[in-house]
């Protein structure tokens, strides 16, 4: 039983399935936790944007009976204004949760050491495993199950991709990560997920190859948030992995089309894909919110026994 949500491995597989089925709960207008949150604060610690990650937070928190504190870099300067420690002893006198997007993954491994509640890491640059456990449980509700799925990741080898190789850790999966030789996901993470043998993971230069017979295309940015500065090498690099209608017609009929948001229309995906039949992407950013209740759920659980 794990305190915080750092990566989509602090969770075993069946923690994985509970979450996905308390969600489709919660969808359905399950209200026995409506109230577990109230009295309690979460603080919401953003030192990069959201759209998403920001509102449906929120929003899950009042629906949760708890208030929501919004913290920007402005304020908490979190490891300059005081060390990492300190404010992970002062946040857990305040606060029941903290979540927290930013940078480095180490610094919210730091805080979550340190801090007597739980931490759920709502991006880093390492990973985005709330994103991955919401995609997972749109596949569910579009394709009917979760194990054995075949999913081509087209594009940067990144947070949102390491969290795949994390969700491939514990559900069985045909994963194939389609990407340029100098834009791969991270080693660590993919060794391991290799290790572990649960899932067919492939790794390819060649965008064909990655999508034939899929049930699912999925894309993101090329540029993350803090690499702005790379924007036209990664263009560059990952133009051959647009997806395109052309591409969609390579995988199953049937397949859909995913994107995590904000999308760069017309570079990673054309509109045509987008705003077409395959596309799924608005379910995944609804999705956001029912996952993380379920999220925020399992956890209180967890550390009230
Ligand atoms: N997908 C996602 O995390 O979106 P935001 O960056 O808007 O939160
Ligand atoms: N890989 C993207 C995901 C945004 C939700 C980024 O880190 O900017």
Redesign the pocket.
Known sequence: MTKDFLKITDFTAEEIKETFQLAINLKGGESEYSKILSGKTVACIFT???????VSFETGIYQLGGYSLYITDKEIQLGVRESIYDAAKVLSRFVAMIMI?TFSHKDVEQLAEHSDVPVIN??TDLT?P??VMGDMLTIKEHLGKVENVKIAYLGDGNNVTNSWLNMASRIPLDLRIGTSPKTPPDATILKKAREIGLSKITITNDPNEAVSGVDVIYTDVWAS?GQKDKAAEKAELLSRFQINDELVAKADANCIVMH???ANRGEEITDSVMDGKHSVVFDQ?EN?LHIQKAIMIQLMRNING
């Open positions: 990069k944007p959201s759209l998403r990650t920001r997007r709502g991006l985005h709330c994103q948030m995590c948001l904000p950013a956001r």
